[in-house]
């Protein structure tokens, strides 16, 4: 019987031009349907109120149009806005809405559970896995903006890549999501205000560099010590050493001419002391970086806890005294386990 539907979403546009002529429909309707799909974020066919209804219905009966599901949405008493977002093949993933009273942020993820085993993080406990494809990336991205002009009046502004999953382990198809993004004819966001969030897989880090990547990369550091990250981020470890994790950093600065940020949770008894801070201190020294002091977002049953403020402060003062600029990221959404590393699909039936 009849032929299996494609989804109109994984054509190119050059690909719905040859659908068109090939139905002897006109070129330049191909290039509206694209707008509708990309930069106008249609849900349906129906939608597209430019075309006849004629080419509507022959869209329809040659393509499927596979739409993200928001399964339950929470929102946090600062704000922050959860989606459970249901896949076509009925897996989950999280993507976290941010707001502040300059942005909105999208936290969006890249894998369905993650192949990671931080010992610190949620989502490394789950079982499923898979990598996502680049319109299933691209569609949280739609709906937060969606979301954002909803409930804040304002669309959008920055992505980070720091929900579930490890990106550069599904590296074509976040790289083909932030093309889609970034291009003109898609959401046209500006690379600049987007991250990608990564343990550090040096020789993709290197690809990245040589792929003249243009977005921003931020590394899930956590202890500059070698003995210490081995035991926090396991698989970390046994992808990189740090002195590779070094020797790619520098490439990737001797390339782009962009500096990186570390991402670094301090915990009590773990990493709380003058020599972990120094050794991080050190290890920014190779390239021009910033340190985002992430608070630790407590996971059921785990075994760390959030270091003192004066530890917090200990670092501070020791990496300024380098020149190197550290924040403290307080942490949003803990109260609907939205915040980093809690992402893990409680809400799932
Ligand atoms: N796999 C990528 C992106 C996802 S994690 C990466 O590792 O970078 C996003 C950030 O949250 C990472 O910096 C991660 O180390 C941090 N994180 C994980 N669990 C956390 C927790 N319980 N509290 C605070 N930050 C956490």
């Not at 600062?78 to 249901?86: C, F, Q």
């Not at 970034?182 to 792929?211: E, F, Q, W, Y």
């Amino acid at each position: 019987m009849g032929e299996i539907k494609k989804d109109i979403r994984t054509l190119s546009q050059e690909g719905i031009i040859a659908f068109f002529e090939s139905h002897g429909e006109k070129a330049f309707r191909a290039k509206q349907v694209y707008q509708w799909l990309w930069q106008k974020s249609a849900n349906s066919f129906e939608e597209m109120t430019n075309l006849s209804k004629a080419t509507r219905e022959l869209l329809n009966a040659h393509f499927e149009f596979k739409q993200l599901e928001v399964d339950v949405m929470q929102q946090s008493n600062d704000g922050t806005i959860k989606n459970a977002v249901k896949l076509h093949d009925g897996a989950f993933v999280e993507s976290v809405l941010i707001p502040t009273d300059k942005r909105i942020t999208a936290c969006v993820s890249s894998q369905v559970g993650c192949s990671l085993d931080c010992t610190f993080c949620a989502t490394a406990g789950l079982k499923r896995m898979r990598n996502l494809d680049p319109d299933e990336i691209y569609d949280q991205v739609v709906v937060i903006d969606r979301q954002g002009k909803e409930h804040f009046g304002r669309p959008l502004t920055n992505i980070v890549f720091m929900g579930m999953g490890e990106p550069l382990l599904n590296y074509n198809n976040v790289l083909a999501a932030i093309d889609k993004i970034t291009d003109p004819k898609g959401l046209g966001m500006s690379p600049k205000r987007i991250t990608l969030s990564t343990i550090g897989v040096p020789k993709l880090i290197k690809k990245m560099a040589d792929d003249g990547v243009r977005f921003g990369l931020a590394i899930s550091l956590h202890s500059a010590i070698e003995e210490k990250r081995a035991k926090l981020m396991p698989l970390a470890h046994r992808s990189t050493t740090l002195v590779d994790l070094r020797e790619s950093l520098q490439y990737w600065y001797a390339k782009t001419g962009r500096g990186v940020t570390f991402e670094y949770v301090i915990w009590r008894d773990i990493n709380d002391t003058e020599e972990d801070a120094v050794a991080l201190a050190k290890f920014c020294g190779a390239i021009p970086t910033k340190v985002n002091i992430i608070q630790y977002n407590p996971i059921d049953n785990g075994p760390y806890t959030q270091a003192s403020q004066s530890a917090v402060d200990m670092y501070k003062r020791i990496l300024e005294e380098r020149r190197i600029v550290a924040t403290v990221r307080h942490s949003r959404g803990q109260d609907i386990d939205a915040a980093c590393g809690q992402l893990a699909n409680k809400t799932e039936a």
